[in-house]
């Protein structure tokens, strides 16, 4: 618990200064002014996460969070809860949806394993790192998903994820594991506090039977366990999932340590509610990378107040959301440092 207190302390508000001298700069260049719209947002925010005029965001990784969900017990999911075994294999081959956008991006895939069911067979690497905190989540449509120490570890593991890796220009969040969108619509639901139905979604693409009974399972398993808005601890404890509370430690340390952190789909916006829950400074450290087609994702993404770089219809996770906001939000930047000024280009201003 003491990286957990010592993480959330260390986060602070943006700085209005930096974030004004940003923006005198932006006007200076040889532009209308405000013409290049969100970019110059962008811009703005990363000088002020940062706290540098030429923010260095040369170092891009993906951390992509593997665990399993013990709530597939309950046919909530398409897929049998194998596949999360079989798509951590693929990513370290290099073979999935998020590797092939990060190598289009220049980013590295760092994947975790915080709670995968069985033995993977890996050892620790530069892109592999084993830190299973148990095999699986328990089913929690009959008690809490798992205890309150291995919540806290969850958030702990990816603190720690993010401080073994120093340092990082930007980081994405990404996620596998089947089940995974039961306990973000569970979670969600507790935090904004909209029904289950209008949050809950297809995941992997199950049919309107399997649909009812997701949501039903989610009711159930929130009646059953009580958990409190205003514990997000506890709320991982009762409903969430290890990779939940591992994305959001990942993003509460790089607030701590002024790294621009991105959100991808639903299952990370679920951690950012809990991490935003824990420390509500985070939100200003956050890039919504896209909007998901998971009727959940708007809804977190209304509550936190946060506005999408994209929005692909895509729905696949993993952080491919990231890998593509990654250069868009970086182009800001290299506006605002490698522009040329009015004065500098000597090209005549507007008129006053």
């Known amino acids: ?21 940003a923006q005198k700069r932006l006007d200076s260049l040889t532009k209308p002014q405000g013409s290049l719209g969100r970019l110059e947002e962008f811009a703005k925010t990363l000088v002020a996460i940062t706290g540098q005029e030429k923010p260095d ?13 013990g709530v597939t017990e309950e046919k909530v999911s398409a897929f049998p809860k194998e596949v999360t075994c079989q798509m951590v294999h693929n990513f370290i081959a290099g073979g999935a949806g998020v590797n ?18 069985g033995d993977l067979g890996l050892t620790d690497s530069p892109v592999f790192k ?37 340092p990082l220009g930007m980081v994405g969040t990404g996620e596998m594991g089947i089940g995974n969108t039961t306990a973000a619509a569970a979670m969600t639901a507790v935090f904004t506090g909209k029904p289950v139905r209008e ?6 693409g199950i049919d309107d039977a399997a649909m009812r009974n997701k949501i039903a399972v989610i009711d159930e398993a ?29 993003m509460l340390a790089c607030a701590a340590h002024r790294i621009p952190v991105f959100i991808d789909g639903f299952i990370s916006g679920s951690a ?12 200003q450290h956050l890039f919504a990378s896209h909007r998901s ?27 491919t959301g990231c890998c593509l906001a990654f250069g868009i939000v970086e182009a800001g930047a290299r506006i605002l440092y490698e522009m040329a000024t009015f004065e500098k280009a000597r090209v005549t201003e507007k008129n006053k």
């Open 57 to 69: 965001l040369s170092r891009k990784v993906v951390f992509t969070l593997a665990a399993d969900h």
């Open 130 to 166: 084993n830190r299973k905190i148990a095999p699986g989540t328990r089913n929690f449509k009959i008690g809490p998903a798992m205890s309150r120490q291995e919540a806290v570890l969850a958030i702990e593991t990816g603190i720690a994820l993010v401080e073994e890796n120093l």
């Open 1 to 21: 618990m003491e990286k957990l207190k010592r993480t959330i302390h260390l986060i602070d508000s943006l700085n209005d200064s930096l974030i004004d001298d």
């Open 222 to 250: 929130l009646k059953l366990n009580l958990p409190d808005p205003e514990d997000p601890v506890g709320v991982l404890e009762k409903v969430g999932g290890f990779e939940i509370g591992g994305m959001a430690g990942i």
């Open 100 to 117: 092939v956008l990060a190598r289009h991006a220049g980013a590295t895939v760092i994947i975790a394993d915080v709670g995968v069911a």
């Open 272 to 283: 950012a509610l809990l991490a935003c829950k824990l420390k509500p400074e985070t939100k």
């Open 199 to 204: 949050i809950t979604g297809r995941g992997t």
């Open 293 to 319: 087609v998971e009727p959940g994702h708007t809804i977190i993404l209304d509550y936190l107040g946060l506005e999408p770089v994209l929005d692909l219809d895509m729905r696949l996770g993993e952080g």
